[in-house]
C-alpha cells in the first residue's frame, strides 16, 4: 500500500517529505514487526540487539560504552537493559579486571539458546521486506547515503 494510502495523506510539500514520512512510517512498521517475533522469547528490540552483539564476539567479553556504540539505538539506557537480560540469566556481568568502574558483560548459554530460537524464524523476520536481493541491496545503498 502506498504511503498516501497509509496515512490518508494525498499530497506532499515535495519528495524529499514524502520520503522522510515513508521512512518513519516503515521504520515504527518494521519495530512492529520485530516485536511481534520476539514477544514469545520476552525480550525487546533493544535487548536483541544487545545479545547479537554479544555473541558476535566468540566467548569474549565488552563493556557496557562498548556495547552502547554499537546499539542500533544509540538512546538506549545501557545500564537497565543489562540489569533486565542478568535478571533473565541471558547475559553475565563482571567486574572488568583491568577497571574496576567498568563491567565486563559476556552472553550465557541460555542467551544463545534464545538467539538459535530466534534465528529459527529469521526467514519470517527477513521477508518483512517484500524486496528481491537486488532491490534489498539498492535500498540499504540509499539510506547509507541519506546518512552521509
Known amino acids: 500500500m ?53 555473541k558476535g564476539q566468540q566467548s569474549k567479553s565488552l563493556s557496557a560504552t562498548a556495547i552502547k556504540a554499537r546499539m542500533l539505538d544509540k538512546n538506549s539506557d545501557v545500564s537497565r537493559l543489562l540489569d533486565r537480560l542478568a535478571a533473565k540469566v541471558l547475559i553475565e556481568k563482571k567486574i572488568s579486571t583491568e577497571d574496576k568502574r ?9 542467551g544463545l539458546e534464545v538467539l538459535a530460537a530466534i534465528d529459527k524464524n529469521q526467514n519470517e523476520n527477513d521477508s518483512f521486506l517484500a524486496l528481491t536481493e537486488t532491490e534489498a541491496n539498492q535500498l540499504s545503498d540509499l539510506l547509507d547515503k541519506c546518512r552521509s
Open 102 to 110: 567498568a563491567t565486563d558483560v559476556s552472553i550465557t548459554p541460555k
Open 2 to 54: 502506498k504511503i498516501e494510502e497509509e496515512i490518508r495523506q494525498p499530497k506532499f510539500r515535495n519528495a524529499r517529505q514524502k520520503a522522510v514520512i515513508n521512512l518513519i512510517f516503515t521504520s515504527n512498521w518494521l519495530n512492529s514487526k520485530q516485536h511481534e517475533l520476539l514477544k514469545p522469547h520476552g525480550i525487546t528490540g533493544q535487548q536483541f540487539n544487545i545479545l547479537r552483539i554479544l
